[in-house]
């Protein structure tokens, strides 16, 4: 198997740690690229349910090598925590996760920084997961924040947090008339982190580069989406980091040479935590049925999804801008007891017919779905185990997706469990 890149096709939440686990078993790296615990990969394994936000979804393979690339911003409390659960559970990282020292880490004042903005921007708030993500970034960007190798040397991190408390409890004061962080308790708390995490961390460009070098195999695991992306998703409702498949080698210093293949995670239907455009976002009565069958509830912050029909223009937009090679489809399942099922195939505004994805949010927020409808096939497929197995129009579902995105379905999901799991075959 190549190198391959596993993206979220939509708003998040395809259901991507399933997918990443399975082709993690054919991989020897696992690798995140950007964004960082405002993630969550549920894989499911028997009994045992496992959300990962921050650490591959791959350490769940006993002998895999797992990596956080220095696109990803850090939350050391996030990341010491989840290390924590993984061991109650016999997961052991230590020799398999490997950590960026030039990825950047998140502090308490980006957590409050995000709450704030959001605050601020009253009902033209983004959603955020809270996590600090965007402020962490933005500081990246702005060329003042702390990577994981300022964090690990006592005398630069003294200083670069210095620069940084200065301007934020100024920030903090002045504008939104909030407390201050003491310089002593953070500089006591974060070295105290950095003790614990500098047996991971390494120049993972190079531990990569030399994996590739010896043939080993790579999987890029995207977390988020496309339409999240901060520069191809519905901007400004986007997350602050590249979701598209690109990001996997800005965010890990492999060249794009070096990636092989991309795999786009589609959700038979769409889903999107937070605010922001939704062109096919269903009725009430709707809603609340999918989102029970599907249990679409936030995996980071329990925050109930928003859900729709398939949208054909966001997804062949991410087919496009991910370069995705082939299709995953996921939660066929939980469209079974619809007695007929809508793909939107352009929109309508002002008079105009949208067959591309529009850059204007305006067109997004205000225009109408032109659907195709197709009939349901009202019935059970969780317990199905080949695509030769699928009720008719299921199939043809898919065909019809297939058809419509011009790319190649490769695997189908109907459940949260490895098994139910088939390919779609020629
Ligand atoms: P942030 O990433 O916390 O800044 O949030 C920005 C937007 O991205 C919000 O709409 C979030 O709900 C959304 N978001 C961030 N991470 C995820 C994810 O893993 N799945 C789905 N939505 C996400």
New binding site residues.
């Given amino acids: 198997m190549p190198n391959i890149a596993i993206v ?1 096709a939509q ?3 395809e259901g991507k740690g399933k997918v990443i686990d399975i082709f993690a078993a054919k991989s020897d790296y696992i690798v995140r690229y950007q ?2 615990n ?4 549920t894989v499911v394994i028997g009994k045992d349910e496992f959300i990962l936000h921050l650490i591959p979804s791959g350490i769940l393979h006993k002998n895999k090598i797992c990596v956080i690339g220095n696109g990803v911003v850090i939350d050391p409390r996030a990341l010491l925590e989840e290390i924590k659960v993984l061991g109650s559970k016999g997961i052991y990282v230590k020799g398999r996760l490997f950590i960026s020292d030039s990825a950047h880490v998140i502090f308490p004042y980006h957590w409050k920084l ?1 709450g704030l903005k959001e605050e601020a921007k009253k009902k033209k708030k ?9 402020p962490c970034y933005a500081d990246k960007v702005a060329r003042s924040g702390i990577r994981i190798i300022d964090l690990l040397d006592k005398e630069t991190f003294r200083e670069k947090l210095k620069a940084n408390l200065e301007e934020k409890n100024n920030i903090l004061t002045k504008i939104y008339n909030a407390d201050v962080f003491s310089f002593d308790e953070l500089y006591k708390e974060y070295f105290g982190y950095a003790e614990n995490i500098r047996q991971y961390v390494c120049d993972t460009s190079i531990l990569l580069n030399d994996a590739i070098k010896c043939r080993k195999r790579i999987l890029f695991e995207g ?3 496309a339409l ?1 992306d901060v520069d191809h998703g519905t901007y400004p ?5 590249n979701a598209t498949a690109g990001g996997a080698s800005t965010g890990t210093g492999v060249g794009p040479n070096k990636i092989d293949k991309v795999v786009g995670v589609v959700k038979a239907y769409t ?6 455009p939704f062109p096919t976002e269903f009725p009430d009565d709707l809603m609340e049925k999918i989102r029970k069958k599907g249990r679409e509830f ?4 329990g ?1 109930p ?1 928003r859900c729709g029909w398939f949208d054909k223009v966001i997804v062949e937009h991410s087919v496009r801008v991910n370069g995705i090679d082939e299709i995953v489809v996921t939660k066929l399942d939980v469209l079974d007891d619809l007695d007929s099922l809508k793909i939107c195939v352009a929109y309508r505004y002002n008079g105009k017919l949208y067959k591309n994805f529009p850059s204007d949010i305006k067109v997004l927020d205000n225009c109408q779905p032109v659907y195709e409808e197709f009939p349901g096939w009202k019935k059970d497929t969780t317990a199905i185990t080949s695509y030769a197995g699928l009720p008719k129009n299921a199939k043809n579902y898919l065909k019809v997706i297939q058809k419509l995105l011009n790319t190649k379905i490769v695997l189908i999901s109907v459940g949260s469990e490895r098994r139910q799991t088939f390919s779609k075959g020629a």
């Fill in positions: 979220g708003w998040g939440d964004g960082g405002n993630a969550g990969h995000d983004i959603g955020t997961t809270k996590k600090g993500i965007g977390a988020q989406g999240l409702f986007v997350t602050s980091s889903t999107r935590v937070g605010e922001g936030g995996a980071t912050t925050r999804r």
